[in-house]
């Protein structure tokens, strides 16, 4: 191995535009280009769109191309015909050899599922022309068919054009083409193409769905690291530079540049496995760079837990170790947040016990949602509200959503002290599920019921309002045509947390007012906003009217 510089390495960081300009415009004929592998290639292409890839597409490769199309037209088990023709279109430019070798390496079925969908096709030799239809046709060269162009004059252009080109390719090829349009099932055109695509894609490094599931194995820090196990050829991922972590970057800034691809090559390698693995087709753009996403910041976690932060530690760590295990050690990681989520929910008065669903205010319910999916992710309400989830990068993330969890635990102990406990206000609550649904509700809910008829003269009780109570409560809470709460209800329901507070032994005074603070402007938005309008309550109101009766 080169060795490890303590400052980063100058390097000349191309955008993908960049990269495939570079690529296309030098005097070498796209030599250079034709030596990319296909999947980065692919990846490049994908990063800037296929309109504004077009020379890349007609320099490259046969098999460049296939590769290409494999990765892109597919959607699971099925090609997307249009994706195929619009690949098609984009290789073509003025024709001539190179496209013509591109048209023969691609599968024929494919070329049959795109003309079955897309063309009506008359076998001129077994039945009469037939009479002029809605569709434009036109007669082969061989005047063996008639074929019914689609009414998209863009479209319809293309495909006269492939025949056309099928034609000069190869005149029994394309009437092989033709006919088994006409007789062939799709079922059948499909089944064959996406096994030759599968195979082809396993020689790529997409790895059988048993293999791939091991990348989310557990494994352990304090465990030895297996050895590296780099590709040989380095490679350049285009969407690195912008989303990697920044220990990671760190880290491949200080390796040679050669090291530097071969970890990137390995990256692509776990990328590979990650799609396999979660069911994402490759030809999914958007899925694609989110997984890429999640395999760089679950890496980076994994350094961060091995070299504590040390970027000269975690470039070592690149080169020397298994980046596959590297990636399990972070993901295990996040599997323990899960893990812990999981056991709070059960172990803390968090859940309505009958139902089996959390009890949970909107903030903390998205923070147990992001750590309890499949792949567990951050919640972006850590961040800022509305801020979407996205894969944990840090040991500070880690930390962060713990900690999370852990105030969860001790605001529902705090609310069980103060006279809120889930499990006995869900038999109240079942009964009116339509108005009440018990996966929405949450403490506050339940809380400002509870205050609500209190106010009104009817004892604490946490138990919907009905409507006399209802009227009660707002005359009490809330003064003459004002939203805000009348500061004696908000000192009684602070007093009472703060009671609550005293006796559970790890609720901090913070836990007591923020939870208030968020009951006050509940009350305030839902309710008295709406009551000194002489508006009906909102849906997301705490407050839903139920029968006298109950």
């Known amino acids: 191995m080169a060795s490890i510089s303590d400052k980063p390495q100058p390097a000349v960081t191309l955008s993908p535009r960049e990269q495939l300009e570079a690529w296309t415009q030098s005097d070498d004929g796209g030599k250079r280009l034709r030596r990319v592998p296909p999947d980065e290639l692919y990846a490049y292409i994908r990063e800037v769109g296929l309109a504004d890839a077009t020379e890349a597409v007609r320099l490259a490769s046969a098999e460049q191309f296939r590769s290409l199309v494999d990765l892109d037209v597919w959607r699971r088990d099925r090609p997307d015909t249009g994706r195929l023709l619009g690949w098609l279109r984009a290789a073509r430019g003025s024709g001539g050899p190179r496209y013509l070798a591109k048209l023969r390496?691609?599968?024929?079925?494919?070329?049959?599922?795109?003309?079955?969908e897309r063309l009506l096709i008359h076998d001129l030799t077994q039945e009469p022309e037939p009479a002029t239809g809605r569709?434009?046709?036109?007669?082969?060269?061989?005047?063996?068919?008639?074929?019914?162009?689609?009414?998209?004059?863009?479209?319809?252009?293309?495909?006269?054009?492939?025949?056309?080109?099928?034609?000069?390719?190869?005149a029994q090829y394309a009437q092989r083409v033709l006919t088994a349009v006409r007789w062939e099932l799709s079922s059948d055109l499909e089944e064959h193409a996406y096994r030759w695509r599968s195979a082809r894609l396993a020689d790529l490094g997409f790895p059988p769905l048993e293999e791939a599931s091991t990348l989310y194995a557990r494994a352990e820090p304090s465990a030895p690291l297996p050895p590296a196990s780099l590709p040989e050829a380095p490679r350049s991922l285009p969407v690195l530079a912008e989303t990697a972590p920044d220990l990671l970057r760190r880290a491949l800034a200080l390796l040679p540049p050669a090291d530097s691809g071969r970890v990137q090559a390995g990256l692509v390698v776990l990328a590979n496995q990650a799609l396999v693995a979660d069911g994402v087709d490759p030809g999914d753009p958007a899925r694609a760079r989110e997984i890429l996403d999640r395999v760089q910041a679950t890496l980076a976690l994994g350094l961060a837990e091995l070299s504590h932060g040390d970027a000269a530690q975690a470039a070592r760590l690149l080169v020397e170790a298994a980046l596959k295990r590297i990636f399990q050690i972070g993901f295990t990681a996040?599997?323990?947040?899960?893990?812990?989520a999981e056991r709070a929910l059960w172990a803390a008065p968090l859940r309505f016990?009958?139902?089996?669903?959390?009890?949970?205010?909107?903030?903390d319910r998205a923070v147990f949602a992001a750590v309890r999916r499949r792949r567990p992710l951050y919640p972006g309400v850590l961040e800022a509200p509305g801020a979407p989830d996205r894969p944990f990068r840090t040991p500070l993330d880690v930390a962060a959503a713990r900690v999370a969890i852990e105030q969860a635990q001790r605001k529902a102990r705090l609310l069980v002290a103060?006279?809120?406990?889930?499990?006995?206000?869900?038999?109240?609550?079942?009964?009116?599920?339509?108005?009440?649904?018990?996966?929405?509700?949450?403490?506050?809910?339940?809380?400002?019921c509870a205050l609500a008829r209190e106010a009104a003269g009817a004892g604490w009780r946490v138990?919907?309002?009905?409507?006399?109570?209802?009227?009660?409560?707002?005359?009490?809470?809330?003064?003459?045509?004002?939203?805000?709460?009348?500061?004696?209800?908000?000192?009684?329901?602070?007093?009472?947390?703060?009671?609550?507070?005293?006796?559970?032994?790890?609720?901090?005074?913070?836990?007591?007012?923020?939870?208030?603070?968020?009951?006050?402007?509940?009350?305030?938005?839902?309710?008295?906003?709406?009551?000194?309008?002489?508006?009906?309550?909102?849906?997301?109101?705490?407050?839903?009217?139920?029968?006298?009766?109950?």
Request: net charge negative.
């Open 353 to 363: 016990p009958r139902a089996n669903v959390a009890c949970l205010d909107a903030p």
């Open 418 to 448: 103060a006279g809120v406990d889930p499990a006995e206000a869900e038999p109240r609550f079942s009964p009116y599920s339509s108005l009440y649904p018990l996966g929405e509700l949450g403490p506050s809910d339940l809380f400002l």
């Open 135 to 170: 569709r434009e046709p036109f007669q082969t060269f061989d005047g063996y068919f008639l074929v019914e162009l689609p009414d998209d004059p863009v479209e319809a252009n293309a495909l006269r054009q492939l025949v056309t080109d099928l034609y000069a390719e190869d």
């Open 334 to 340: 996040t599997l323990k947040i899960q893990w812990a």
């Open 463 to 550: 138990a919907p309002l009905t409507p006399h109570e209802l009227s009660s409560a707002i005359a009490a809470i809330f003064p003459e045509g004002g939203p805000t709460p009348r500061e004696s209800i908000a000192e009684r329901a602070r007093e009472r947390l703060e009671r609550a507070r005293a006796s559970v032994e790890d609720a901090q005074p913070e836990l007591a007012r923020e939870f208030w603070d968020r009951c006050a402007r509940r009350l305030e938005d839902e309710v008295g906003r709406f009551v000194a309008a002489h508006a009906p309550l909102p849906p997301v109101s705490p407050f839903k009217v139920v029968p006298e009766e109950r």
């Open 105 to 116: 390496k691609l599968d024929v079925e494919l070329f049959e599922l795109l003309l079955k």
